[in-house]
């Protein structure tokens, strides 16, 4: 019975670490396909190696290019989120379709919040203008409530601006009779979203502060 035990133990510790690694990303192969790159940036080879290495969701995003302020905790890749976001955008030889549906499944799910979080946000905010089209015809394909969370992270800002304002408007009027339902939902988006988000680490702070 003790060896049987013992024998399940050791299943379920080694089931654990599998699990654990599955999520993880190489972070070794990411950064030797980022350093591949700037040295061919041309190469159709290299981009899809570098974006094939990129994270895949929200959750391997945020886990790779997080700050964490224990002492000893490694903050290369923390520092190297912007440049990492930057040669993502260079990726031309990624099939258009293929690139926003990988931005899309970065951004479920995902909290407003200073460097990497800002950083995807930016490269979202580019793409949807110079691709929106194919941007909104993947959305239009997901379920209606990871819709609503990407609007979400999309619109979320510590206060609204006239930029803003206007890329909504924009899109609104571009895609309402073509996409009536998923529209809809932007707006409410942008209504709720817009103006009065906090950072999600000022956001914890400040609950810390309500205890």
């Known amino acids: 019975m003790k060896r049987l035990f013992s024998t399940f133990f050791l299943l ?17 192969r990411l950064s030797k396909a980022y350093h591949e790159l700037l040295q061919n940036p041309q190469s159709d080879k290299k981009q899809k190696e570098f974006f094939n290495a990129f994270p895949n969701n929200w959750e391997e995003y945020y886990d790779t290019y997080k700050f964490c302020s224990k002492k000893g905790y490694d903050l290369s890749m923390y520092n190297m989120a912007h440049k990492h976001v930057e040669a993502l955008e260079i990726c031309s030889a990624i099939n258009d379709t293929v690139f926003c549906n990988r931005l899309i499944a970065l951004s479920v799910g995902a909290s407003l919040d200073a460097d990497a979080p800002n950083y995807l946000k930016g490269l979202l905010c580019s793409t949807m203008k110079n691709r929106s089209d194919v941007f909104m015809h993947c959305l239009s394909k997901i379920e209606k409530g990871h819709q609503m969370q990407f609007w979400q992270f999309y619109w979320s800002s510590i206060m609204d601006n006239d930029e803003k304002k206007k890329e909504f408007k924009i899109l ?5 009779r073509k996409f009536p339902q998923m ?9 709720n979203f817009s103006d009065g988000v906090l950072f999600i680490s000022t956001f914890y702070d400040k609950m810390k502060g309500k205890q």
Do not use: C, E, H, N
Request: glycine content about 4%; overall charge positive.
């Open 12 to 28: 379920v510790v080694l089931l654990t670490k599998l699990s654990a690694q599955y999520f993880i990303i190489d972070t070794l």
């Open 172 to 176: 609104y009027r571009k895609y309402k």
């Open 183 to 191: 529209t809809k939902r932007m707006g409410v988006a942008y209504k």
